[in-house]
């Protein structure tokens, strides 16, 4: 008797939708120690903001001089109360636990009252997992990784729109074209592990059938190459990863002749525009509008051009609004970690790229905008 009641109401449950008892993506933690009661140090000569990212990648570069701009734009201001900022910078290349050293060195040594980095999901969870300890904010203007957020550390902040937001975008767009035929590649590091993992979720909710899927290495992304050009004429390719591999890629793509539409996250974003001419049909989940250019955009590159020789790739300018976003909390919070961190958490910021608004899982409400090059611009999809 029970089994057959239990075989007759098994169905019914499967199909009845179900709450969750309790939604954590939307009643993050916050930080309850003391410390919040310390004043300002007396003596200080620098207000010392950490850096954390690669040395010689140009990814890194970007970074430090967004971040190095910023600072020094606020101490012709006269920084905080007369006190300048000054930029402590620790490299992190190398194996994933160097991260986790120089964030420490950053805390304790250094005294930083705030770290600006990593530039990718992984070595932001590494410090994650210092700061929950040492209690220092990071604040990371380019890692998209939404598993950030889930970790629920109070002290990590996340300025770039979600790697979740960018996958159902890029998707919408394929629906809309009513293609039914994707292939991804993705880097063989954890970013690219996520990306694909975000774009499995989003895939099934919208029925899109990903028809094949291969990693690429970092070190020699065309690898990859000779299996794509086996694939019959799927409708779109998305390349998921970090900046320099997956540019790398999409130049061997089409050095390759397979001229497949290409989709891609942020990272590749930070293509050259001037090179539309070789890349081909190329659409974005871009960080911010690229095509919107202010004039305090174009002031801003023609700095950094002036700065550093080169033109600002996205990460330059996510850094720099990083930064000020920082510097603008620090003047508000004073110099108290414990303070800083609260007033990040409330911060609503409108910088060169857009608004920084942050949930309560600490992570931007900003949505990802999607581009398109064309004739050596970007253009925006959704006008």
């Known amino acids: 008797m029970w089994a057959w009641l239990i075989l007759m109401v098994l169905p019914l449950i499967a199909q009845e939708p179900q709450k969750p008892y309790f939604d954590f993506s939307k009643a993050g933690s916050g930080f309850y120690g003391p410390g919040r009661e310390v004043p300002d140090p007396a003596g200080l000569k620098t207000v010392r903001i950490g850096v954390l990212g690669p040395e010689k990648d ?26 300048p900022f000054e930029m402590v910078f620790r490299p992190d290349d190398g194996p994933w636990g160097m991260a986790a050293k120089q964030v420490v060195d950053l805390a304790y040594e250094d005294n930083v009252w705030a770290i600006i980095g990593g530039l990718d999901g992984q070595r932001t969870h590494v410090a994650e997992l210092v700061v929950s300890k040492a209690w220092v904010p990071v604040v990371t203007p380019t890692a998209s990784d939404v598993s950030i957020d889930y970790a629920n550390v109070p002290w990590v902040f996340r300025c770039a729109p979600a790697d979740s937001n960018e996958a159902e975008l890029l998707l919408d767009f394929v629906q809309k074209r009513g293609h039914k035929h994707v292939v991804a590649l993705t880097e063989a590091q954890r970013d690219g592990e996520t990306g694909f993992k975000r774009l499995q979720e989003a895939a099934a909710r919208k029925n899109i059938q990903v028809d094949a899927h291969w990693q690429f290495p970092t070190s020699s992304p065309e690898a990859v190459v000779p299996r794509l050009a086996q694939i019959d004429s799927p409708d779109d390719l998305i390349v998921w990863g970090s900046p320099g591999p997956s540019i790398a890629l999409l130049r061997a793509i089409r050095a390759a002749g397979i001229k497949i539409p290409v989709l891609g996250p942020s990272s590749l974003a930070g293509v050259d525009p001037a090179d539309s001419l070789w890349i081909g049909e190329l659409v974005v989940a871009a960080p911010y509008d690229l095509s919107r250019e202010s004039a305090e955009a174009r002031d801003f590159s023609a700095r950094f051009k002036d700065l550093t020789g080169m033109p600002p790739t996205p990460i330059a300018l996510l850094s720099y609004d990083a930064a000020l976003l920082v510097a603008k909390t620090i003047d508000l919070a004073g110099l108290n970690r414990m303070r800083i961190r609260d007033e990040l958490a409330r911060m609503s910021y409108d910088g060169i790229v857009g608004k920084t608004q942050f949930n309560s899982l600490r992570g931007n409400i900003r949505e990802a905008v999607m581009l398109t090059l064309r004739n050596g611009q970007w253009e925006n999809l959704n006008k």
């Open 58 to 83: 140009a990814g890194g570069l970007q970074m430090r001089a967004g971040v190095r701009m910023a600072l020094e734009e606020v101490n012709r201001r006269g920084g905080y109360k007369g006190i």
